[in-house]
Protein backbone atom coordinates (compact mmCIF):
# COMPACT_ATOMS: atom_id res chain seq x y z
CA UNK A 1 0.00 0.00 0.00
CA UNK A 2 1.39 3.19 -1.16
CA UNK A 3 0.21 6.87 -0.62
CA UNK A 4 0.18 8.27 -3.94
CA UNK A 5 0.87 12.08 -4.92
CA UNK A 6 -2.52 13.87 -6.21
CA UNK A 7 -2.63 16.36 -9.05
CA UNK A 8 -3.81 19.67 -8.76
CA UNK A 9 -5.96 22.09 -11.02
CA UNK A 10 -4.94 23.05 -13.39
CA UNK A 11 -2.93 19.96 -14.24
CA UNK A 12 -3.58 19.18 -18.11
CA UNK A 13 -3.37 15.12 -17.07
CA UNK A 14 -6.87 16.16 -15.21
CA UNK A 15 -8.21 16.17 -18.69
CA UNK A 16 -7.71 13.33 -19.78
CA UNK A 17 -10.37 10.63 -20.48
CA UNK A 18 -9.93 7.34 -18.64
CA UNK A 19 -9.35 4.46 -20.39
CA UNK A 20 -11.66 1.39 -19.77
CA UNK A 21 -10.48 -1.23 -17.10
CA UNK A 22 -9.95 -4.61 -19.01
CA UNK A 23 -8.09 -6.33 -16.61
CA UNK A 24 -9.50 -7.81 -13.43
CA UNK A 25 -5.33 -8.18 -11.90
CA UNK A 26 -3.42 -8.35 -8.97
CA UNK A 27 -2.60 -4.81 -9.96
CA UNK A 28 -5.83 -3.72 -10.03
CA UNK A 29 -6.57 -4.66 -6.37
CA UNK A 30 -3.45 -2.65 -5.34
CA UNK A 31 -4.28 0.42 -6.99
CA UNK A 32 -7.62 0.38 -5.40
CA UNK A 33 -5.87 0.05 -2.30
CA UNK A 34 -3.76 2.89 -3.43
CA UNK A 35 -6.72 5.06 -3.97
CA UNK A 36 -8.61 4.42 -0.80
CA UNK A 37 -4.97 4.91 1.33
CA UNK A 38 -4.51 7.94 -0.54
CA UNK A 39 -7.88 9.01 -0.24
CA UNK A 40 -8.18 8.20 3.99
CA UNK A 41 -4.50 10.19 4.20
CA UNK A 42 -5.85 13.52 3.10
CA UNK A 43 -9.00 13.06 4.43
CA UNK A 44 -11.10 12.58 1.21
CA UNK A 45 -14.79 10.97 0.84
CA UNK A 46 -13.83 9.98 -2.91
CA UNK A 47 -11.28 9.64 -5.30
CA UNK A 48 -10.60 8.82 -8.70
CA UNK A 49 -7.71 7.26 -10.59
CA UNK A 50 -7.09 10.06 -12.84
CA UNK A 51 -6.29 12.26 -9.64
CA UNK A 52 -2.97 10.45 -9.24
CA UNK A 53 -1.87 10.58 -12.57
CA UNK A 54 -3.25 6.53 -13.46
CA UNK A 55 -5.74 6.89 -16.72
CA UNK A 56 -7.93 4.29 -16.08
CA UNK A 57 -11.96 3.90 -15.04
CA UNK A 58 -11.49 3.46 -11.32
CA UNK A 59 -13.43 5.65 -8.71
CA UNK A 60 -13.59 4.59 -4.61
CA UNK A 61 -15.48 6.50 -2.12
CA UNK A 62 -16.49 6.15 1.80
CA UNK A 63 -19.06 8.72 2.84
CA UNK A 64 -18.84 6.85 6.87
CA UNK A 65 -17.23 8.86 9.80
CA UNK A 66 -13.80 6.80 9.97
CA UNK A 67 -12.94 4.43 6.74
CA UNK A 68 -16.05 2.08 8.01
CA UNK A 69 -17.45 1.75 3.87
CA UNK A 70 -14.96 1.87 1.42
CA UNK A 71 -16.39 1.45 -1.86
CA UNK A 72 -14.67 0.29 -5.22
CA UNK A 73 -16.25 1.21 -8.84
CA UNK A 74 -14.52 -0.28 -11.72
CA UNK A 75 -15.63 1.12 -15.34
CA UNK A 76 -18.99 3.17 -13.49
CA UNK A 77 -21.78 3.96 -15.66
CA UNK A 78 -24.49 6.57 -14.16
CA UNK A 79 -28.33 6.50 -15.58
CA UNK A 80 -30.17 9.60 -14.18
CA UNK A 81 -33.51 7.92 -13.16
CA UNK A 82 -35.41 10.95 -12.42
CA UNK A 83 -34.68 13.85 -14.91
CA UNK A 84 -36.61 16.17 -12.93
CA UNK A 85 -35.12 15.60 -9.44
CA UNK A 86 -32.21 17.71 -8.73
CA UNK A 87 -30.33 18.81 -5.53
CA UNK A 88 -27.31 21.44 -4.79
CA UNK A 89 -23.89 20.36 -2.65
CA UNK A 90 -21.44 21.99 -1.72
CA UNK A 91 -18.61 19.78 -3.17
CA UNK A 92 -14.60 20.02 -2.69
CA UNK A 93 -12.07 17.89 -4.69
CA UNK A 94 -8.90 16.78 -3.28
CA UNK A 95 -7.57 18.13 -6.76
CA UNK A 96 -8.66 21.42 -6.04
CA UNK A 97 -7.62 21.83 -2.46
CA UNK A 98 -9.65 24.89 0.00
CA UNK A 99 -12.26 25.31 -2.33
CA UNK A 100 -15.62 24.25 -2.22
CA UNK A 101 -18.29 25.27 -4.36
CA UNK A 102 -22.24 24.24 -4.85
CA UNK A 103 -23.03 21.94 -8.03
CA UNK A 104 -26.54 21.09 -8.44
CA UNK A 105 -26.57 17.20 -10.05
CA UNK A 106 -29.62 14.49 -10.24
CA UNK A 107 -30.50 13.26 -7.22
CA UNK A 108 -31.73 10.17 -8.06
CA UNK A 109 -29.27 7.83 -10.49
CA UNK A 110 -28.21 4.41 -10.88
CA UNK A 111 -24.42 3.32 -10.59
CA UNK A 112 -23.59 0.21 -12.77
CA UNK A 113 -20.04 -0.72 -12.59
CA UNK A 114 -17.90 -3.61 -12.21
CA UNK A 115 -16.26 -5.00 -9.00
CA UNK A 116 -12.39 -5.91 -8.41
CA UNK A 117 -13.11 -9.45 -10.03
CA UNK A 118 -15.28 -7.65 -13.58
CA UNK A 119 -18.69 -9.19 -11.86
CA UNK A 120 -21.00 -6.80 -12.83
CA UNK A 121 -23.20 -4.87 -9.98
CA UNK A 122 -25.87 -1.80 -9.99
CA UNK A 123 -26.43 0.14 -6.93
CA UNK A 124 -28.82 3.06 -6.14
CA UNK A 125 -27.08 5.62 -4.05
CA UNK A 126 -28.61 7.87 -1.65
CA UNK A 127 -28.05 11.43 -0.33
CA UNK A 128 -24.31 11.85 -0.14
CA UNK A 129 -22.91 8.60 -1.78
CA UNK A 130 -24.78 9.83 -5.14
CA UNK A 131 -23.21 13.11 -5.22
CA UNK A 132 -19.44 11.55 -4.40
CA UNK A 133 -19.67 8.87 -7.20
CA UNK A 134 -21.42 11.76 -9.86
CA UNK A 135 -18.17 13.97 -9.08
CA UNK A 136 -15.72 11.17 -9.01
CA UNK A 137 -17.17 9.56 -12.73
CA UNK A 138 -17.14 12.97 -13.58
CA UNK A 139 -13.00 13.16 -13.15
CA UNK A 140 -13.00 9.77 -15.71
CA UNK A 141 -14.28 12.33 -18.49
CA UNK A 142 -11.94 14.99 -17.54
CA UNK A 143 -14.20 16.96 -15.82
CA UNK A 144 -14.19 18.70 -12.87
CA UNK A 145 -16.69 20.55 -10.15
CA UNK A 146 -15.16 24.03 -11.38
CA UNK A 147 -16.82 23.43 -14.94
CA UNK A 148 -20.37 23.81 -13.17
CA UNK A 149 -19.21 27.58 -12.16
CA UNK A 150 -19.26 30.53 -14.11
CA UNK A 151 -15.59 31.20 -15.77
CA UNK A 152 -14.67 33.80 -13.55
CA UNK A 153 -14.37 32.23 -10.42
CA UNK A 154 -12.52 29.18 -12.57
CA UNK A 155 -10.17 31.42 -13.26
CA UNK A 156 -9.79 33.18 -10.10
CA UNK A 157 -9.82 29.80 -8.19
CA UNK A 158 -7.04 28.18 -11.05
CA UNK A 159 -4.53 31.41 -10.84
CA UNK A 160 -4.69 31.01 -6.86
CA UNK A 161 -3.78 27.71 -6.72
CA UNK A 162 -1.55 28.19 -9.28
CA UNK A 163 0.44 30.61 -7.07
CA UNK A 164 0.17 28.13 -4.23
CA UNK A 165 2.32 25.57 -6.31
CA UNK A 166 5.20 28.00 -6.91
C1 LIG B 1 -15.73 14.76 -3.79
O1 LIG B 1 -13.81 15.34 -2.52
C2 LIG B 1 -16.85 15.42 -3.06
O2 LIG B 1 -10.37 21.16 -0.21
C3 LIG B 1 -14.60 14.24 -2.93
O3 LIG B 1 -8.55 20.95 1.76
C4 LIG B 1 -16.66 16.10 -1.85
O4 LIG B 1 -13.01 14.21 -0.78
C5 LIG B 1 -18.10 15.39 -3.58
C6 LIG B 1 -10.82 17.65 0.60
C7 LIG B 1 -17.73 16.71 -1.20
C8 LIG B 1 -19.16 15.98 -2.94
C9 LIG B 1 -18.97 16.62 -1.75
C10 LIG B 1 -10.96 18.88 0.00
C11 LIG B 1 -9.89 17.52 1.61
C12 LIG B 1 -11.58 16.49 0.16
C13 LIG B 1 -10.21 19.98 0.40
C14 LIG B 1 -13.07 15.26 -1.37
C15 LIG B 1 -9.28 19.83 1.40
C16 LIG B 1 -9.11 18.61 2.02
C17 LIG B 1 -12.34 16.47 -0.95
CO1 LIG C 1 -12.63 15.65 -7.31
Given at each position: ????????????????????????????????????????????????????????????A??????????????????????????????????????????????Q????????????????????????????????????????I?????????????????
Amino acid sequence: MTIRKILTFPDPKLREVAKEVTNFDSNLKELANDLLETMYEFKGIGLAAIQIGVNKRIIVADISDEKQEPHIFVNPKIKVLNENKKGGYDEGCLSIPGFYEEVIRPTQVEISFQNLSGENEKIIPEGLLGVVVQHETDHLDGKLMVDYISSVKRQRIRSKLLKLKK
